[in-house]
C-alpha cells in the first residue's frame, strides 16, 4: 500500500472521525465548539497534526506537542497515533520522528491514551522505552533509533 503523509487540513476532521470509528475509538461530536478547536489545532504552528492518505483515502493520523525543557531541550509529546490498516502506524510514526527532530526535540513521551495504541504494541517497537506510565523513544544523536 502507498501511503502518503501530509498535514492535516481544515476540512480533515469528518476524515479523522472516520477513521477513529473505524478503530472503535470516541469520536469527537461534530459540534460549534469541537469545529472550532480542530480549527485552531490545525492552525496551531506549535504542534503537528498529519494524515496518512493512500489512493486519496485518509487512512491514519498523528497528533504531536511541542514544549520547551529548560533542563532536557525540547521535548515532543504524541496525543494521537491511530491507523487503518494498522501497517501505516509505521509511516506515521517516521513521519512523527522527522517531525520532532526538525524541532531539535530530544524525545518524544507517550502516555497511554484513547488515540494512542496500547503500550503493548509501541513497547515491542524499536527504541521506545517504558518510563512509569508513559513510553519515551530518545531523539539524542547516537540513541540508535530505528
Given at each position: ?41 490545525v ?65 518524544i ?9 496500547p ?21 539524542s ?6
Amino acid at each position: 500500500m502507498e501511503v502518503e503523509v501530509r498535514r492535516a487540513r481544515r476540512e480533515d476532521f469528518t476524515a479523522i472521525c472516520e477513521i477513529a470509528a473505524k478503530n472503535s475509538l470516541p469520536v469527537p461530536v461534530p459540534e460549534r465548539a469541537t469545529l472550532k478547536r480542530f480549527r485552531n489545532i490545525v492552525a496551531d504552528l506549535g504542534c503537528d497534526l498529519y494524515v496518512a492518505t493512500s489512493r486519496n483515502s485518509p487512512v491514519g493520523f498523528v497528533h504531536l506537542t511541542y514544549q520547551r525543557d529548560l533542563l532536557h531541550g525540547n521535548r515532543a509529546r504524541m496525543l494521537a497515533l491511530v491507523a487503518t490498516p494498522t501497517s501505516v502506524l509505521g509511516v506515521l510514526l517516521e513521519t512523527a520522528y522527522a517531525r520532532a527532530q526538525r524541532r531539535k526535540c530530544c524525545d518524544i513521551a507517550m502516555i497511554p491514551g484513547v488515540w494512542l495504541p496500547p503500550v503493548s504494541v509501541i513497547g515491542t517497537l524499536a527504541g521506545w522505552q517504558r518510563c512509569g506510565d508513559a513510553l519515551r523513544f530518545d531523539l539524542s544523536p547516537g540513541a540508535g533509533q530505528s
